[in-house]
């Protein structure tokens, strides 16, 4: 997830939307002590930090973030209207891994997050899982069919992650219950089968072309008929 710090509402709406678009999910803060809370509270993967925040400047809580130990590494991008050398120089300075004059592009600070990501969080970036007309984002947790969001409870999600993970596989329902409730967990089989059929439904139910194939007496692939 990644949290917008910007105190602008109309300019943390764009960024919202455009990054939402590029499969992030996203949460905003309008003033640098919400922002705090919620990078205690809910500890996103990134943050958008304005500089010029209400309460708490962007600069001053790049300065905390980096003494908290469980807060040394999330990437961060500073956003500013100031773009003066030293102002770009005191962001780097302060921890921030990149920084950001406006008025910037959407486009832009997308892919600078992506790179950010990449070499701070490589496990983070490039998992995304794509099957047919299917995509699962498992940084953002997001799932797309035919270009439309779905949306999936927790169990559904990694039902379908696990199957994208092996598609054409026939895993039996102990297996799913071991990669989407974990194992050593009793759960009747018959509950896999209450999740699935909500699987199917949310990926379009008999309006689309199905792509989960149940094989009788054992379990469920990912197939293309
Ligand atoms: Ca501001």
Same mark, same amino acid.
């Given at each position: ?64 973030? $980096?003494?908290? !130990?469980?807060?040394? %590494? ?8 100031? =773009? +003066?050398?030293?102002? &770009? *120089? $005191?962001?780097? !300075?302060?921890?921030? %891994? ?8 959407? =486009? +832009?600070?997308?892919? &600078? *997050? ?112």
């Amino acid at each position: 997830m990644v949290l917008i710090a910007e105190d602008e509402p109309g300019q943390a709406e764009v960024l919202k939307y455009n990054l939402e678009s590029s499969g992030f999910g996203v949460r905003t803060s309008p003033n640098g002590a919400d922002t705090l809370q919620q990078i205690e509270e809910d500890r996103p993967d990134f943050l958008v930090l304005d500089w010029m925040l209400p309460e708490i400047s962007g600069i001053e809580i790049c300065r905390r973030l $980096r003494k908290i !130990e469980q807060n040394k %590494d999330l990437p961060i991008i500073m956003v500013t209207a100031r =773009g +003066e050398e030293e102002d &770009r *120089i $005191r962001a780097l !300075e302060v921890g921030a %891994d990149d920084y950001m004059v406006k008025p910037y592009s959407s =486009g +832009e600070l997308v892919a &600078r *997050i992506n790179a950010v990501l990449r070499r701070t969080s490589p496990a983070l970036i490039g998992e995304k899982l794509e099957f047919a007309d299917l995509v699962l984002d498992l940084v953002s947790r997001k799932v797309k069919r035919d270009g439309d969001f779905i949306h999936l409870g927790p169990k559904e999600f990694k039902i379908l992650q696990a199957l994208m993970q092996r598609p054409g596989r026939v895993l039996s329902r102990r297996q799913i219950i071991d990669l989407a409730w974990g194992q050593n967990i009793y759960i009747e089989d018959r509950t896999v089968d209450v999740h699935i059929r909500r699987l199917r439904s949310a990926l379009g139910g008999d309006d689309k072309p199905n792509l989960i194939r149940t094989v009788r007496g054992f379990g469920y692939s990912l197939d293309q008929e």
